[in-house]
């Protein structure tokens, strides 16, 4: 158990609608880090958050947003969703902000979309 | 573009014997390589890393070579046990940028 807790485990939705996922990262942890995994993809880095405020980005869409709340936990939100959506996102904590620290994963949300 | 390339997308090694998963680098910018290891239905955990200032690291039975001319590292596993059965994880990060890339993981067999 890294200490990394995703909610929800699954999600199905349909094409268009919108969600939010959950992470609440390790008791201490500053930093917060969202991943999708797609089928044949490795993990692509989307976004960063370290203590409250947006601190790096990467391949994240436009339809998709994060935060990251005073209490450290942080959301992801994916508007408009697409078939090619569909992927396990990954929330990952760490104590400092560089991302070569060591990152502690939660077990993932996966996202179906029809 | 890659920039971290896996191309290996699995390996079968024997119980006991050594697992070599490779992992090759494009960008010579990156200076901090690291390893992660995956079990089905959990999130990837840190396994071993190391930085460009070294060219080999050693953890019990994993160890990381780092080849900074051929942009390549290698994580060994010695010996395999089942419980090595995974996917691995290569990613890189240069200090400058700080942004980490992934590699799309190698699945590890470990046959008995």
């Known amino acids: 158990d890294s200490g990394v807790t995703q909610t929800p485990k699954h999600l199905i939705t349909a094409t268009g609608q919108r969600v939010t996922l959950r992470c609440s990262p390790r008791s201490g942890d500053l930093s917060v880090y969202w991943y999708q995994q797609s089928l044949d993809q490795g993990l692509q880095f989307l976004i960063q958050y370290y203590n409250g405020e947006e601190r790096a980005k990467g391949n994240i869409l436009e339809r998709f947003s994060a935060q990251q709340f005073p209490d450290l936990h942080s959301e992801l939100n994916l508007s408009s969703l697409e078939l090619g959506d569909s992927a396990l996102y990954f929330c990952a904590s760490s104590v400092g902000a560089t991302q070569y620290n060591e990152q502690f994963f939660g077990p993932g949300t996966r996202l179906t979309v029809l | ?112």
């Open chain 2, 1 to 112: 573009d890659q920039q971290v390339k896996q191309n290996s997308p699995s390996l079968s090694v024997q119980e006991g014997r050594i697992s070599i998963l490779n992992c090759d680098y494009t960008n010579s910018m990156f200076d901090y390589f690291l390893w992660y290891k995956k079990y089905p239905a959990e999130g990837p955990t840190f396994l071993i890393s190391i930085s460009s200032i070294k060219d080999k690291n050693e953890d019990g039975r994993f160890t990381v070579f780092l080849n900074k001319s051929a942009k390549h590292l290698s994580l060994h596993i010695v010996p395999s046990q089942p419980g090595d059965s995974a996917v691995y994880f290569c990613a890189a990060s240069a200090h400058r940028d700080d942004k980490i890339i992934f590699g799309k993981g190698t699945r590890l067999h470990i046959l008995p």
